[in-house]
């Protein structure tokens, strides 16, 4: 989801250096990634009051702006950084339109997942299940997702919080270890604990949905 290679350290080198073009080679960079994170992690119903274009400009704003003093202090990896501003963007989003004197969200009717969630729902079952999942009709498909968000919003927010993680922005143990303040193992051990507990959901799911 964010970019790899060695291109980042190269770029902040330059910004280092006092290259004022190098900043915004490395927040373009980085632009599509912060926009996917949104469009996945913004509430569909506040997209369409909000333009998602206009969140990932603030973030990207909000970066620069602080680029320096993270160049003075990186304690996290840069694309880790750049997305605890985003999540910080995405809540800070999501308080004003539910708090708001005008009609609130939640009373508003839910979309189905944001575009480009789908692969990861399927990817996600697969795990529960056990086994890869064979090319099905767009219904079965559909259902089958349907079901592991069923099983998802019946999580805790810490288990559902790392099952987003790992699978819907692909991050890997170590990074979210990083973003979460724990030790590698602690991290793995809440992955597996949320896995578990997810996995004993959507079984339940799955045979409630056979028996009716």
């Known amino acids: 989801m964010w970019p790899t290679g060695e291109t980042t350290q190269e770029l ?6 006092g290259d004022a073009d190098a900043v915004n080679r490395l927040l373009e960079r980085h632009r599509d990634s912060v926009k996917r994170l949104v469009k996945m992690r913004l509430d569909a119903r506040i997209q369409k009051r909000l333009d998602v ?10 970066a ?12 996290l990896d840069f694309h880790l950084w750049l997305r605890q501003i985003a ?13 708001s004197g005008k009609r609130s969200v939640d009373r508003e ?7 480009g969630m789908d692969h990861s729902t399927m990817d996600l079952a697969a795990q529960l299940m056990d086994r890869e999942i064979t090319p099905a009709a767009a219904a079965a498909q559909r259902e089958l997702a349907q079901v ?10 810490a288990d559902h919080e ?36 997810l996995r004993s959901f959507f079984d339940g799911t799955v045979r409630e949905s056979d028996a009716t």
């Open 87 to 99: 999540r910080d963007r995405i809540i800070d989003a999501h308080r004003r339109h539910r708090g």
């Open 53 to 62: 274009s206009d969140v990932v400009q603030d973030v990207l704003v909000e």
């Open 148 to 157: 592991v968000e069923q099983a998802l919003v019946r999580l805790d927010e």
């Open 12 to 17: 902040l080198a330059e910004v280092r250096s």
């Open 162 to 197: 790392i099952i987003l993680m790992r699978h819907y922005e692909q991050l890997t143990n170590q990074e979210v270890a990083a973003v979460l303040g724990l030790s590698e193992p602690a991290a793995s051990m809440r992955y597996l604990r949320a896995i578990r507990k």
């Open 109 to 115: 009717q839910p979309n189905q997942l944001p575009p």
């Open 64 to 75: 620069h702006r602080r680029l320096s003093g993270y160049l003075e202090n990186p304690l």
